[in-house]
């Protein structure tokens, strides 16, 4: 009985010990990513550091790491799809669209000017924008439900920064802690949604007047509107409350270019344009 029992205190301890290597594992990772943010340089790969990491757990310390930055002064003003493509989902090692928080303090307008510096990598994304008409607490049962929803649409840009030490070995996982590499955004003139039918619209993209990149509405999940509805439920699915006003990217039309310094300037066709300069 004796040797039982010490042999299930062991256990207990080893178990304990675990679970707070876990937990101390987790903080670290977070707050190197924080200070990554913070002093613009890159971090580790929590993957490398959590080597079972799965897709919910990744969400799980991204929920810790959003939680942070709005104690720390910032707030939430909507979010954003990630690797909306089968390609992009391949290549990181997923089989599921990303999503993630955007911030208000990463949020720019017309003709803003972005500096590199700010940045460990810069890259650039033409995509489409909506803005939510009123509160969600609960899934949308459909298109036809959600187009209800929508107050605005606006040609959009995300200038996300991937600020991970090693791009060779990044996975999904590893995007999904560093809430997608979300960075910075752009928002164009907003128009009443009926007003413009964003299945229908192509975005070029021209740097310093040569064209640079060139895509279609449907590059995100194959239509807008499904790439829009995945994106709402599943942010309500983890558990966010989706507040009017929230804005939506839903991922890249056309490549992912690296951001190179120069005049940008983009077309949504009749969803509008949208200029901004790289230094």
Do not use: H
């Not at 890159?42 to 939680?67: C, D, M, N, W």
């Not at 490549?255 to 940008?264: D, F």
């Amino acid at each position: 009985m004796k040797k039982f029992r010490a042999l299930t205190l062991y256990a207990m301890v080893a178990l304990l010990s675990l679970v707070s290597f876990s937990w101390a594992g987790e903080k670290e990772i977070i707050q190197s990513i924080l200070d990554a943010r913070a002093n613009v340089k890159t971090f580790s790969l929590p993957s490398g550091q959590l080597p079972s990491l799965s897709i919910e757990a990744a969400y799980g310390l991204q929920r810790k790491l959003v939680q942070s930055i709005v104690e720390k002064g910032d707030r939430i003003s909507g979010f954003k799809g990630g690797l909306t493509s089968e390609a992009g989902q391949k290549r990181f090692g997923v089989d599921q669209p990303l999503l993630a928080p955007l911030f208000r303090s990463g949020e720019l307008g017309p003709d803003a000017v972005v500096d590199r510096k700010n940045f460990t990598r810069l890259f650039i994304e033409t995509e489409i924008g909506y803005v939510l008409g009123e509160r969600i607490t609960e899934p949308v049962k459909d298109v036809d439900a959600l187009k209800k929803k929508i107050k605005e649409v606006f040609p959009a840009v995300e200038l996300p920064d991937l600020r991970f030490e090693d791009m060779k070995e990044l996975k999904g996982v590893d995007l999904v802690v560093d809430a997608v590499s979300c960075a910075k955004y752009i928002i164009g003139k907003r128009i009443p949604a009926d007003q413009v039918d964003v299945s229908t619209v192509e975005a070029v993209l021209k740097l310093d007047g040569s064209e640079v990149n060139a895509g279609k509405a449907s590059d995100a999940l194959g239509d807008q509107w499904k790439a829009l509805l995945w994106l709402i439920n599943g942010a309500v699915q983890q558990g966010w409350v989706l507040e009017p006003g929230y804005v939506f990217i839903t991922g890249a039309i056309g490549n992912m270019l690296p951001g190179k310094p120069g005049k940008y300037e983009g077309s949504w066709g009749k969803l509008g344009t949208l200029s901004w300069t790289v230094e």
